[in-house]
């Protein structure tokens, strides 16, 4: 079983492997998990593809300038 540390390395590979961004990686990973039955894998992985979406609209905030204080 990969813990989220392997998935993250697994998920960096990818994406500099193939030119990918990281959130392209961890979708992938996700259905691979997914078709081989690793259901615990592929829920780490949907967490860690709503942390990276966060991560992104937090940048693109700060760049945008947009701040929101509600």
Same mark, same amino acid.
């Given at each position: 079983m +990969? @813990?989220?540390k392997d998935i993250q390395i697994a998920a960096e590979k990818l994406a500099i +492997? @193939?030119?990918?961004? #990281?959130?392209? %990686? $961890?979708?992938? $990973?996700?259905? #691979?998990?997914?078709?081989?039955?690793?259901l615990e894998e592929a829920v780490t992985v949907s967490k860690l593809i709503e942390a990276e979406? %966060?991560? +992104?609209?937090d940048k693109a905030?700060?760049?945008s300038g947009y701040h929101n204080d509600a």
């Open positions: +990969d @813990n989220e +492997d @193939n030119g990918w961004s #990281k959130i392209r %990686a $961890l979708t992938t $990973l996700h259905s #691979k998990y997914q078709s081989e039955g690793r979406k %966060a991560e +992104d609209e905030r700060a760049e």
